[in-house]
């Protein structure tokens, strides 16, 4: 199992470009989501998933979108790049368990800087 | 609103030594989940512990140990003979199921382990 992949690992924007981060998972998860790692603020949720075409908010959502066609995969797009976008992106995933918490499994990360 | 505290930022120890690693909590949920991750140099995280809030029992992994206390809100984490390759961010996480299944992540604690 390749277990969670992020693609790219780098990527540098101008102001204002849109992108798209990939993450896909092969452990057939129920639940995917997606953190930005800014120093000295721990990870912070930007969207997450429950299954495929259920998607919410976390706590810092504006300015990204996802969706969630499939169980594999939760791209995060970037609409209209901005500098306090710059950080390092984490996508997880997790087993289904009901109304329980498992344990995440996360992307090796994709950092990303907002010229 | 659901809160974690991690007050050291950072700690330098030498190897050998035990170190704690403090978290607390805020949630007014009965049923929540925390967790500890290790973020070591190389940028992965990887997850080390999960507890509900229904087991308060204390559990040890080899050189690490966790004690959870309901009655103060923590979720303390303790390392006995520290080794060099301890060296890491150390996060702890608070997930509960109501307004949307988030987690919510600490600022994280770095720790230093001197040869």
């Known amino acids: 199992n390749a277990g969670v992949t992020q693609t790219p690992k780098f990527q540098v924007l101008k102001t204002g470009q849109s992108m798209t981060l990939q993450c896909a998972q092969d452990?057939?998860?129920?639940?995917m989501s997606w953190y930005r790692q800014d120093p000295g603020m721990g990870l912070r949720l930007i969207h997450y998933?429950?299954?495929?075409?259920?998607?919410d908010q976390g706590e810092v959502p504006n300015g990204y979108n996802v969706s969630r066609s499939t169980t594999e995969d939760f791209p995060l797009r970037l609409l209209s790049a901005a500098p306090s976008q710059t950080s390092v992106y984490f996508c997880?995933?997790?087993?289904?368990?009901?109304?329980?918490?498992?344990?995440?499994?996360f992307g090796p990360g994709t950092r990303l800087t907002v010229l | 609103a659901q809160k974690v505290t991690q007050a050291q930022t950072e700690i330098s120890v030498v190897e050998k030594e035990d170190v704690t690693l403090d978290c607390v909590y805020e949630?007014?949920?009965?049923?929540?989940?925390l967790f500890w991750y290790k973020q070591p140099p190389s940028g992965e995280l990887v997850f080390l512990i999960r507890?509900?809030?229904?087991?308060?029992q204390n559990e040890i992994s080899g050189r690490y140990s966790w004690n959870f206390q309901k009655s103060t809100s923590s979720f303390n984490f303790t390392i006995t003979a520290s080794q060099v390759v301890d060296s890491a961010v150390y996060f702890c996480?608070?997930?509960?199921?109501?307004?949307?299944?988030?987690?919510?992540f600490g600022a994280g604690t770095r720790l230093f382990v001197k040869a």
């Open positions: 997880a995933s997790s087993p289904a368990s009901g109304y329980s918490y498992n344990e995440q499994f």
């Open positions: 998933s429950v299954g495929a075409g259920i998607t």
């Open positions: 452990m057939n998860h129920e639940y």
């Open positions: 996480a608070l997930s509960v199921i109501t307004g949307g299944f988030k987690t919510i």
């Open positions: 507890r509900n809030s229904f087991d308060e």
């Open positions: 949630t007014r949920d009965t049923t929540y989940y």
